[in-house]
């Protein structure tokens, strides 16, 4: 079929609005905060071979794993010609599934014409709970993942359009607070409806042949653009390590490796190096790996290329099985972003070395996760889940971004007001904090802290993060970012330092816990920043004197006006 390309265009974008409406009308339907205000959410469409035609652009990087992994499962356990009109499916198991962790429920529903199949509508969601061992479903003290909560292989949920009840009160036995985890059940459905009617009706100006030619094509030319960004880097290898900070069950300075060989069409990611699987639940599934070097990669070579399987056309992963970066059953995967933001943070650094405009030093590089609590059998339970943004890496012709959230994770900050309406606790500050973006031509993004303060009795905090220990690396010269921590500080005023994999640490009525995240790295050497520049974050207050005569040579220290003689002249 020949194309007319206005017409391709108009179809493509048609297809991207069908997709945003369906995030749309999940984010505005859901009953948890998690997605109704973080939007920890996605949708995209399928064709009927599970490839990924078109995805929203708000979408978490992440979930572009949980929903290729779950099509393609689907398909696996069920033929085309046994699918119906009206058919639901669900699934979340990372080893049955493909999904990416257990809180990740992916559900699809699949589209009809001429009595075939030819395309699914999905999305993903995080659920505040999955049930398991504690609240949140992603407690560092899980060793494996039956620890973690309910496992949801690929289940036909809804036949011709009856919905199977039985299995859905299964679900909700099995997890906290369930009215409001059934709320976001019917969301998915919902969303994933609303993204089949709006196909239906783009089909009646566009016959389903006419749609399936453009599928196909749009695929083929976003393969072809990455083509032409690999041809314009230089072939050859080029490696980066890094390490983990720990697991939480003992094993610290993780290694991790990658070495990426890039020729004119293709591009080879090899973790070969990397160390084996963990007790704790950093372990990456397979699926979020391809995840986390899919965005990666896209986000390095052509950013502006159109979500679809024609990106990952180019990409091949080896990653030896039974590693970190491809867990073997029945390995604790919760908190597998904490890895994947780490291989972002990798494949950003090797690809720089070819593509130094395109660079990023290391941005916060972790999920800065917090779980309040109540008890189980409180009279009014609540499960409060947030994750807190840090810096982002100091860039070739830029600062880094100041509190952002970053790479695999692109979710919104919970509002201030939402946590004191919904839940018994208050929220004494939160902002930046200075001197925490590493020192260079440009400075890394500063990290951001939230003090929570705790209304009632019988609530636990759980945090899991990173970048703890190892700070975030600079580039080309740049120094380092902050690295972050958890403390409370009692109501009677004793502080507790708290791990980096915190779990079920009980709270008191006036506890307050401070979360703080990392910053991020500079990029380029301290001494090349611009002096004005170097004024204009002391004057704003990002950087304190100390921070800048420590970092910054004594000549561009004076250039810019901030002697001891005279700092606030």
Request: charged residues 20%.
């Amino acid at each position: 079929m020949s194309f007319d390309i206005i017409q391709l265009e108009v179809v493509h974008n048609a297809l991207r609005s069908i997709v945003d409406e369906g995030y749309l009308a999940l984010m505005r339907s859901a009953y948890s905060s998690n997605i109704k205000e973080r939007h920890d959410h996605s949708a995209a469409l399928f064709d009927a071979g599970g490839r990924l035609v078109a995805q929203t652009e708000r979408n978490i990087p992440m979930h572009l794993g949980s929903m290729t992994g779950f099509v393609k499962a689907v398909l696996e356990r069920f033929p085309l010609e046994s699918i119906k009109p009206g058919d639901i499916f669900v699934a979340n198991d990372p080893f049955l599934a493909g999904g990416t962790h257990l809180p990740d429920i992916g559900y699809g529903i699949p589209i009809f014409a001429d009595g075939k199949v030819i395309a699914f509508a999905c999305n993903v969601a995080h659920h505040a709970d999955i049930g398991g061992m504690a609240p949140g479903g992603m407690d560092g003290r899980a060793s494996e993942i039956y620890h973690e909560g309910l496992r949801i292989p690929p289940i036909r949920l809804a036949r011709a359009g009856v919905l199977d009840t039985d299995l859905l009160n299964l679900f909700l036995a099995n997890v906290r607070i369930s009215d409001e985890r059934r709320g976001d059940h019917f969301a998915q459905i919902a969303a994933c409806r609303l993204c089949e009617r709006r196909l239906l009706e783009l089909m009646e100006r566009y016959p389903a042949n006419h749609l399936l030619a453009c599928f196909d094509e749009l695929i083929e030319r976003t393969e072809l653009r990455m083509k032409a960004a690999l041809a314009k880097i230089t072939p050859g290898t080029y490696t980066f390590e890094d390490v983990m900070d720990d697991d939480g069950h003992g094993a610290t300075d993780i290694p991790m490796r990658v070495a990426i060989t890039v020729s004119p069409d293709r591009i080879l990611v090899d973790f070969d190096g990397t160390a084996p699987q963990v007790k704790g639940n950093i372990n990456v599934p397979f699926s979020a790996t391809l995840a986390a070097v899919g965005y990666a990669v896209k986000a390095m070579l052509d950013p502006k290329s159109p979500s679809n399987a024609g990106f990952f056309n180019v990409i091949e992963i080896n990653a030896p099985t039974g590693t970190l970066v491809n867990a073997r059953f029945p390995a604790a995967i919760a908190n597998r972003q904490q890895t994947c933001q780490r291989i972002a943070d990798m494949l950003v650094g090797a690809l720089s070395k070819a593509m130094p405009e395109a660079g990023v030093a290391a941005s916060h590089g972790a999920t800065v996760m917090a779980f309040f609590s109540s008890a189980t059998d409180a009279e009014k339970p609540y499960i409060y889940l947030e994750v807190i943004a840090g810096g982002s890496g100091g860039r070739f012709a830029k600062d880094g971004k100041d509190g952002a959230a970053v790479h695999t994770t692109n979710t919104s900050n919970l509002p201030v007001e939402v946590i004191e309406t919904e839940y018994p606790l208050i929220v004494e500050s939160y902002g930046f904090i200075p001197d925490t973006g590493g020192p260079g031509r440009n400075r890394g993004g500063l990290a951001l802290r939230r003090v929570v303060r705790v209304l009632t009795e019988g609530s636990t905090f759980t945090g899991h993060a990173e970048r703890f220990t190892n700070r975030p690396w600079g580039m080309f010269g740049g120094g380092a970012g902050a690295s972050g921590s958890y403390r409370i500080i009692r109501s009677d005023g004793e502080e507790v330092q708290l791990s980096p994999k915190a779990a079920g640490i009980p709270l008191h009525v006036g506890d307050r816990v401070v979360i703080e995240s990392a910053g991020a790295g500079g990029y380029g050497p301290p001494g090349e920043r611009d002096a004005k520049r170097l004024r204009a974050d002391y004057a704003s207050g990002k950087t304190t004197l100390d921070f800048i005569r420590a970092n910054y040579p004594a000549a561009l220290v004076a250039a810019a006006g901030l002697t001891p003689a005279d700092p606030d002249a």
